[in-house]
């Protein structure tokens, strides 16, 4: 009984402990503080993985706090949130190790590694929310964690990009904190249970209902980069290569997906929803997004920027499965969730290893990068081969899906067309840097060598996280059926959300 | 026989991809193919395995069709993995060849044995991508090409993907078995022939295959003809629902674009100036042929069960029969066993015309029996495409012998095929397979290879250096060459025969003994040979 | 024991009296004075919270002659505040000031201050208010111009004259009252008054003498320059406490002596300026060049959203979602009040380290002082409103009220503040958090930086998370009328 409440509330500390801890480190104790990273990491997998055995057998867990009359603080999880979790804490753990070697003799590091265990500390939360008001908290502590993390170089360009991030995000949040007021008001409190809620209030006007919706989706889709919400991804790629590896795949655009995906479904009711008319609208913005963040791609030298176009166009993979009606399209969805984190936090190691150890910022930098950088560069190519959606790497199974969605719903006729499209522009630009790395020769001397005395091409440290993240790739399209599978999970949520 | 056996033949060349960088033999390739092939000859008919597991459940099967393809395919592989030059063996050789071989091998293999559509496509789509590896060449020309192909692959890739879509979620299952409880959505129907169409290059849809035919190298080519190019055609066999009515629409469109291709390949092919484009255009010319008698099929769902396993007949002749015109040509090129090599590459020609008595007369006995009477013109207009495409080929042949040496392990492998290729279809007893017919000559092919390798190693190892590089640096270097050869067995009888033969045959003015008055002869013979054989068989 | 009433007034006196004699020890009384408050106004908070409001009698005289201290919910949360901030002001100050010459002086009205803040606080009829506001703002304005500057001095001046005018229109009403209603006696006038012309007169002129004092806009220009220019501690408390006095009378004339007589109309004119507040203090505040100027103007937007709520809660019915908004209104204010006090706090300790407060030339801060970036960084956090700070749990209910009552008119009021504040406190903390060489060297962490850092920290941590304390406490009323 006690561990049902204290479990939720553990997995917030196992971060946010060392994170505080770390702030107050000074900047010399690199070892001590390397210690707290990894061991808050670990607890925070081995509760997770009590989280998962527990949320499976159909556990209750728990926490419940009222902050002010009407808004209570709770921590609830279902599969959903079981499903982000274990992403968002694998993934921190891999980016943990990543960002020991990549940030080692810079400055900073302390207020670097504090920030960086609250950022993961509100994404978790976020995960864990169990009304929305939580989630709104949530949803507003991740903006501050991240934004010293973008601003963290403390470069002009650095201090920019922030500051536009800034600039979105709070906009976003403001929009979606009013929504969820004005839902607040009208509902008197807005727990997430699976098959939503709202289609209980019979009473309540649909066009209030609607324009309540928009501002949610909007309030989210700043930070899931819709469309024409999107201006502060690219911008905010100054950040240092672990960031970006973790706002693109686990963070902030994933927070804004996750958001949308739990206001779809736990709280408007996807039939609900459906009902009202807002998902045709929410389909077609996202629809644009995919093709219109490909087409963008396509024209970026800076591979880092490329890859950020990318999100944009992958995430919202999330919102079309999402904004479909009808389980396979939800499982398509959600299961893209953690197969675009673990692609594209692949792909973002694999250019921050670029950068360390070669210099190399620009794809027409990259002749012949994969003879001098096999392992990374192998990575590389999976998880482009996955964002393309080539079997087996795990975007094939999210494609797949979606796609199978999309013809039962009877909405093949532009879904399906979207995602052949996007997989053409995805092979339009990734195929392109896959070539060049290992096909040319390199055409003139790398930007800056820094690998002098290294056994391997990198440090281990940088090198695994990138080859581990894309094995799991690999892995879990692979074994998409097999017990436990993020695919299972995502079929185990579609279950419950469609009340089957 | 443990039904998991049926998931080895594609593991292997894909477990030995993921460690090709350190495999400089080229047995390792050649070895890659031999449980496809023992899978082929020996498997359990219909037996059959699924995993649930993975991805989202696979399905082998191993019905006749896949045996058959199996056994030829994996001889074709066979034949290319001896091909490989041996720069491309090096570790660190340039453009990923092994393990782009290795790959599209395990993905055909995959396809060929699949029961369900998804795994079929992922052997498909695995197949189609690694190729590229097999196609690009260091020139910008052949560069240009691979890219051209690739972007062909995946398009037809995608729209393979639409399909499955399609079709998965109409009969709610992934099994063949399962496909055609319902008709088919049209949709899916145009989708299956764009996707499967750029395999096989129906017109409209080729414009990738004859700069990839002309540029790739040899053993790219070889694979590309055979295994692969025909991949496309199981793929039909295996989704459209034959003996089911369907819009007749359809059936005729096949046709028509098969008709058009048979043309189309002759006129081009004809005016053609080197012989591989005239082989490939021969290529697109076979397959309008094919397309057109799927067509054909397809609108008579009667005549289904007659004609269908003719066409496989006829589709395995022609896998084996047009790689190993293109290993003849290289050989060719390269000079060695002229002797040889012109018959052999006549006889293969003769096969691929259907002259009686070959294979491919045989097959297309078979099919004029199975047609019932229709579309004798599509036979004769495919008789007459062939046979101008031949003589094109032949015509070109001798303008392009270059004095060249080659290995001789190569061509070894090519004879021993080259029965195999022509004759192949006589194995069929009363149009059901007995493969296991070829059993005993294909255990003695593995067995004398297997031979060589170890008396190459055996001989390799008292060479004062290394013996790595020694296996690799006789192809560059013409003195190692020489001594590897005299103490090379089989070389020790052929060389002096093939001096004195050489020596005799080159006498008058220094001559080349391919000259055109030459062939002719040569060719007259064998035609007189092989008409006398018919006379005394009748 | 009602006489603890007594000694939250009394301790900080004598200590003052004592601090006056004393006049070498006066950091040590000083600071020891002001914890020795806190303690006594946290044995009146547990009478409170156990027993109910309570009411003391002077003298032994009935209320309606004599003078009559009342605690209930609302003023005991007023003490807290005013009792924690000033406790971790002065222990600031005994560093701030610990080399200064007039420390004596400050100490000594340092006590006064308090003094007048508790008094006013406890006060339980008109007259002792309007005693107790004239002593508090002769003390704040006396304080004001510690300074010394000449900037400082104008300022203070200016400040001093309208303190005097609005006490002197708040002395005007509360003689309308007493000649109206022949008692001063909050508790029976709250029964006693109905709407009529001596009311309506009454209320107008008490309201306008405090909304000088609480510098609504557009009264509001003598705050910034007085605010910015006085030592780093006294803005601190000016800010934070001397303005939310006012406020709380207003509060307590609105809600529960003047309940019947209070109209829609008047409210949403409070309403409208708090609006015109909100958006122009806060794009003052993010013109401002200074530090100290931009926490000064966001003072003048902050108040301006606590006036918000008055349309809101006169349109609200009486019941569970009028307190609610009352609750979200005091827990808005209290936020204001520790987050602006620490964010003065860190101010000061910048510009004593750096010299200057010009925010374009802080680069380097955060490096050279971890701890008072951190501060600003956490109270600017409650300033924007920003989860989990208590503020972010009052917009929620000041949003959710609007939304009640229908009046969507001041969503785009909050919208734009809420972003406007934003942008000023991040533009702050991008130059704090930039690199450079505008603070100079750190020497050490000091105990000057460890007050602000725990007043941002009760902000945004404690009144986020037990912020329902606040809805507990103000039901506890001495007054019939309003829940207050």
Not at chain 1, 354 to 378: C, F, K, N, Q, W
Request: with cysteine; charged share 10%.
């Amino acid at each position: 009984m006690t561990m049902s409440v204290w479990l939720p509330v553990g997995i917030l500390l196992s971060s946010f402990i060392p994170g505080v801890l770390i702030f107050f480190q000074p900047e010399e104790r690199h070892r001590l503080r390397t210690w707290l990273n990894l061991l808050g990491a670990l607890v925070k997998l081995l509760l997770v993985g009590v989280l998962i055995w527990g949320v499976f057998h159909e556990q209750v867990f728990e926490t419940r706090w009222t902050m002010a009359p009407g808004l209570e603080f709770v921590l609830h999880a279902d599969a959903l949130s079981v499903l982000f979790v274990s992403l968002s804490t694998l993934l921190w753990l891999v980016t943990t190790i990543y960002a020991i070697g990549y940030l080692e003799r810079t400055p900073h590091r302390s207020r670097f590694f504090g920030f960086f265990s609250l950022c993961v500390t509100a994404t978790v939360g976020l995960a864990l929310a169990g009304n929305l008001f939580t989630f709104v908290v949530f949803y507003e502590l991740l903006t501050l964690a991240t934004y010293p993390l973008i601003a963290h170089k403390g470069s002009p360009e650095a201090l920019r990009g922030a500051r536009i991030y800034l600039r979105y995000t709070l906009f976003g949040g403001l929009l979606l904190m009013i929504g969820a007021v004005w839902l607040h008001t009208l509902t008197g409190g807005v727990e997430f249970v699976e098959g939503g809620i709202l289609d209980q209030y019979t009473n309540l006007d649909q066009s209030t209902l609607r324009w309540i919706f928009l501002l949610l989706i909007v309030g989210l889709g700043v930070k899931a980069a819709l469309v024409p919400l999107h201006g502060w991804l690219p911008q905010a790629m100054v950040a240092p290569a672990p960031v970006s590896a973790l706002l693109h795949a686990v963070a902030v655009v994933k927070a804004g997906a996750f958001g949308i995906v739990r206001v779809i479904y736990d709280v408007y009711g996807v039939e609900f929803a459906a009902e009202l008319g807002v998902l045709t609208l929410l389909g077609a913005v996202a629809s644009i997004t995919i093709i219109y963040g490909s087409l963008k791609a396509l024209s970026q030298d800076h591979l880092k920027k490329r890859l950020a176009y990318s999100t944009v166009s992958q995430v919202s993979y999330i919102v079309l499965g999402t904004a479909i009606l009808g389980p396979l399209a939800t499982i398509g969805g959600l299961v893209h969730l953690v197969h675009q984190g673990v692609m594209k936090i692949t792909l973002f190691f694999a250019a921050g290893n670029y950068a360390e150890a070669l210099g190399i910022h620009r794809i027409s930098e990259m002749d012949g990068v994969g003879r001098r950088m096999p392992g990374t560069t192998l990575a590389f190519s999976i998880g482009a081969l996955g964002m393309i959606g080539i079997p087996p790497v795990a975007g094939f199974i999210s494609k797949w899906y979606l796609g199978l969605g999309a013809v039962e719903a009877g909405a093949a006729a532009w879904v399906v067309p979207v995602l052949i499209a996007s997989s053409l522009l995805n092979a339009a630009y990734f195929l392109p840097i896959l070539y060049r790395a290992w096909f040319k020769s390199p055409s003139r001397p790398w930007p800056a060598d820094r690998t002098a005395g290294c056994a391997r091409e990198l440090p281990d440290p940088l090198l695994w996280p990138p080859v581990t993240t894309a094995a799991l790739a690999l892995l879990i399209g692979l074994f998409a059926a097999a017990p436990y599978s993020p695919l299972e999970w995502a079929e185990l949520i579609a279950g419950r959300e469609y009340r089957q | 026989m443990n039904t998991l056996m049926l998931t080895i033949p594609p593991l292997i060349p894909l477990v030995l991809a993921c460690f090709a960088h350190r495999l400089q033999s080229r047995w390792w390739l050649f070895g890659a193919a031999l449980p496809a092939l023992y899978l082929g000859l020996m498997g359990e008919p219909d037996s059959a395995i699924s995993l649930p597991w993975l991805m989202l459940g696979m399905h082998f099967s191993l019905d006749t069709t896949a045996q058959q393809f199996l056994v030829f395919g994996s001889m074709i592989w066979m034949l290319a993995a001896l091909h490989i030059p041996a720069d491309d063996l090096m570790t660190g050789a340039a453009g990923y060849r092994k393990q782009s071989f290795l790959l599209a091998m395990a993905g055909n293999l995959l396809l060929i044995i699949a029961a369900d559509m998804l795994t079929f496509y992922v052997g498909f789509a695995l197949m189609g991508l690694s190729a590229y590896g097999l196609l690009w060449g260091a020139s910008q020309r052949a560069r240009q090409a691979a890219r051209v192909y690739l972007v062909f692959t995946l398009i037809g890739e995608l729209a393979l993907f639409s399909a499955l879509l399609l079709l998965m979620v109409n009969s709610d299952s992934l099994l063949f078995e399962e496909l055609h409880a319902k008709p088919l959505p049209e949709a899916a129907l145009l989708l299956l022939l764009l996707g499967f169409g750029i395999k096989v290059a129906i017109p409209g849809l080729h414009f990738w295959l004859p700069r990839a035919y002309t540029l790739a190298p040899l053993f790219g080519v070889v694979v590309l003809s055979g295994p692969m190019m025909k991949a496309g055609l199981l793929g039909w066999l295996r989704f459209l629902p034959f003996g089911t009515p369907v819009d007749p629409l359809w059936g005729e469109l096949l046709l028509f674009l098969g008709v058009v291709g048979v043309i189309l390949g002759m006129l081009i092919g004809a005016v053609q100036r080197e012989s591989r484009s005239v082989l490939a255009y021969s290529s697109i010319s076979k397959m309008g042929l094919f397309s057109a008698l799927i067509g054909f099929s397809l609108n008579h769902p009667g005549m289904v069960a007659g004609i269908l396993p003719v066409i496989v007949l006829l589709a395995l002749h022609h896998l084996m029969v047009k790689p190993m015109l293109f290993v003849g040509l290289d050989l060719w090129q390269k000079g060695s066993s002229t002797y040889l090599i012109l018959p052999a590459l006549i006889l293969l020609s003769l096969s691929l015309v259907a002259f009686p008595l070959t294979g491919g007369g045989a097959a297309k006995n078979l099919l004029s029996t199975a047609l019932n009477g229709n579309l004798v013109w599509l036979m004769l207009l495919a008789g007459i495409a062939a046979a101008v495409l031949t003589v094109r080929f032949l015509w070109l042949l001798k303008r392009s012998k270059r004095p060249v040496e080659s290995g001789s392990v190569s061509l070894l492998g090519w004879l021993v095929l080259l029965p195999v290729a022509v004759w192949a279809p006589f194995a069929w007893d009363g149009m059901s397979v007995e493969a296991k017919a070829l059993l005993p000559l294909i255990l003695a092919v593995v067995l004398m290879l297997i031979g060589r390798l170890l008396w190459q190693r055996f001989v390799a190892i008292p060479l004062p250096t290394d013996f790595r590089i020694i296996r690799l640096v006789p192809r560059f270097s013409q003195i190692d060459k020489d001594r590897f050869r005299v103490n090379n067995g089989v070389q020790q009888i052929w060389l002096p025969l093939k001096q004195i033969l050489s020596h005799r045959l080159t006498e008058p003015g220094g001559q080349p003994i391919a000259s055109l008055r030459d062939s002719a002869i040569w060719w007259l013979m064998l035609m007189l040979a092989l008409l006398l054989a018919l006379i005394l068989s009748l | 024991m009602n006489n603890l009433l007594i000694w939250p007034i009394a301790v900080p006196l004598f200590s003052a009296l004592l601090a006056l004699l004393w006049i070498r020890r006066s950091t040590w009384i000083g600071v020891f004075g002001t914890a020795l408050s806190l303690l006594v106004v946290l044995l009146v908070g547990r009478q409170v919270v156990e027993s109910g409001p309570i009411e003391l009698a002077l003298g032994g005289w009935t209320p309606g002659l004599g003078i009559a201290l009342r605690a209930d919910g609302l003023s005991l949360l007023m003490l807290l505040m005013s009792s924690l901030v000033s406790m971790a002001v002065a222990v600031y100050a005994s560093v701030y000031f610990s080399k200064a010459e007039r420390r004596g002086e400050f100490w000594v009205l340092w006590l006064l201050l308090i003094t007048a803040l508790h008094a006013l606080f406890l006060s339980g009829d008109l007259f002792n208010l309007y005693v107790t506001l004239e002593l508090l703002g002769l003390s704040a304005v006396v304080l004001a111009c510690l300074g010394g500057s000449r900037e400082s001095l104008q300022a203070a001046l200016r400040y001093l004259v309208m303190g005097l005018l609005g006490s002197m229109a708040f002395l005007i009403g509360v003689a309308l009252i007493y000649a109206g209603y022949g008692t001063l006696d909050m508790a029976a006038l709250a029964d006693a008054i109905e709407a009529g012309p001596a009311a309506w007169l009454a209320l107008s002129l008490m309201t306008g003498g405090l909304l000088i004092k609480s510098a609504l806009f557009p009264l509001h220009f003598w705050l910034p320059p007085a605010h910015a220019n006085a030592p780093a501690p006294v803005s601190a408390v000016l800010s934070a406490l001397v303005v939310k006095a006012a406020l709380y009378l207003i509060l307590r004339l609105w809600l529960s002596l003047f309940d019947g007589v209070v109209t829609q109309a008047a409210a949403v004119i409070l309403g409208l300026l708090g609006a015109v507040a909100v958006v122009w203090g806060s794009w003052a505040a993010l013109q401002a060049e200074r530090l100290k100027l931009m926490a000064a103007y966001s003072t003048v937007a902050q108040l301006g959203y606590l006036f918000l709520f008055l349309p809101l809660l006169t349109a609200l019915p009486e019941g569970a979602a009028r307190d609610v908004a009352l609750g979200a209104l005091v827990l808005l204010a209290l936020t204001h009040g520790f987050a602006k006090s620490a964010f003065f706090l860190a101010a000061g300790v910048i510009m004593q380290r750096a010299g200057h407060d010009r925010i374009a030339e802080l680069g380097g801060t955060a490096r050279a002082l971890p701890v008072t970036a951190f501060t600003l960084a956490l109270a600017g956090v409650a300033l924007i409103g920003l989860p989990p700070s208590g503020s972010f749990l009052a917009k929620w209910h000041l949003l959710s009220s609007a939304f009640i009552t229908g009046q969507y008119v001041w969503l785009p009021v909050i919208a734009v503040g809420t972003l406007l504040a934003g942008a000023y406190i991040f533009r702050l903390l991008g130059y704090a958090f930039a690199p450079g060489e505008g603070v100079g060297p750190s020497l050490s962490a000091g105990r000057e930086e460890i007050p602000a850092v725990l007043l941002a920290l009760i902000a945004t941590l404690l009144l986020g998370f037990w912020a329902s304390a606040v809805w507990e406490l103000l039901p506890i009323s001495a007054y019939v009328g309003g829940g207050a």
